[in-house]
């Protein structure tokens, strides 16, 4: 596979998209960027072209770490019993599901909603403060040490989270977030600056598609049920309101953040993509022309059976 060949291709499409401007510190990175880095498990292959080792902001993406910590550490029933794990066709910032139906728990944990309920459950725990356990968790998953907050996103996620807010308040007077608005926000905020490569996620990735097992050392990173939940939930509900567009065209479980970061975890692959210009879904555009590249190129659609 042609890595460098299919990075071109895919630069095409860069100009169709836009890069976040909601988070005001997001618009000012460059568009022309697209990066890719591949592990390969089975064979214990890396390739990596293009800005795969440049840092951007996790943002969505670390929904799936804070997901995986949260099951760890208080259970799958008890993560099951504040969020849920349905498939949702509005925006990522919607309560629609709570209003119309009088729900107490979000659709599920990827939309803004459901993982500010997730990382309200991450409590303080032996002097250390739930960021700094998530930041702890996301160096060991993604395997790399350097990923650390950026202040100047996080305050400006801080100044300009409004909505963020909004859903915060509400959950908390439904009764649904277990610790107070501003320290959950404050950590959902921060976990979204954490800054991350291309290879941090395909590490990310790599331990999600080897069943919870770190490839690179064997040790046991999160148990096999806590992976195939995260991986479930990618399938259907990690692309926003496309994730059904992307399952029928990718066929591979994968979590986009409005930073331009993708991971995806296919059979044998853990797959990390940066490429920060979004389509109006809030998905990267090349990113994800990339992936759908390299999932009929190398044959990961686990659909195709
Ligand atoms: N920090 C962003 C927000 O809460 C993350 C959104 C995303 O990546 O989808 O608006």
Not at 154 to 183: I, P, V
Not at 192 to 208: H, K, P, Q, R, Y
Request: glycine letters at 8%; a negative charge.
């Amino acid at each position: 596979m042609n890595l460098e060949e299919a990075i071109q291709n895919s630069w095409r499409r860069i100009d169709e998209g836009q890069v976040a401007t909601y988070i005001p510190a997001l618009a000012d990175v460059d568009p022309y960027q697209l990066g890719v880095y591949l592990f390969n498990i089975k064979d214990n292959k890396r390739v990596c072209a293009g800005a795969a080792q440049t840092r951007f902001a996790i943002e969505s993406v670390s929904k799936v770490i804070s997901l995986l910590y949260a099951i760890e550490h208080l259970g799958l029933t008890t993560v099951n019993q504040r969020v849920g794990t349905r498939q949702t066709g509005f925006a990522f910032n919607t309560i629609l599901n709570m209003e119309i139906t009088r729900e107490t728990k979000p659709l599920n944990p990827f939309v803004n909603s459901g993982a500010i309920v997730i990382s309200s459950l991450i409590t303080e725990e032996n002097g250390q403060s739930p960021v700094d356990q998530l930041l702890a968790f996301t160096r060991k998953i993604c395997h790399d040490p350097q990923v650390s907050l950026n202040e100047e996103i996080y305050q400006s996620e801080a100044r300009t989270g409004d909505m963020n807010r909004s859903l915060a308040y509400y959950l908390k007077a439904k009764g649904t977030l277990t610790r107070s608005a501003t320290s959950s926000l404050e950590t959902y905020f921060k976990q979204c600056s954490f800054m991350v490569t291309c290879e941090s996620l395909a590490n990310l990735g790599a331990v999600l598609a080897n069943d919870g097992v770190a490839p690179w050392d064997g040790e046991r990173i999160v148990s096999s049920a806590a992976a195939t939940y995260a991986k479930s939930v990618m399938m259907t509900t990690g692309l926003y309101t496309e994730s059904g567009t992307y399952s029928v065209r990718i066929g591979v479980p994968t979590k986009s953040g409005v930073g331009g970061g993708l991971v995806a975890a296919a059979p044998n692959y853990g797959i990390g993509i940066f490429s920060p210009a979004l389509d109006q879904a809030g998905n990267s555009i090349a990113g994800l022309d990339l992936l759908e590249r390299l999932s009929q190129q190398l044959h990961l659609d686990i659909f195709k059976y």
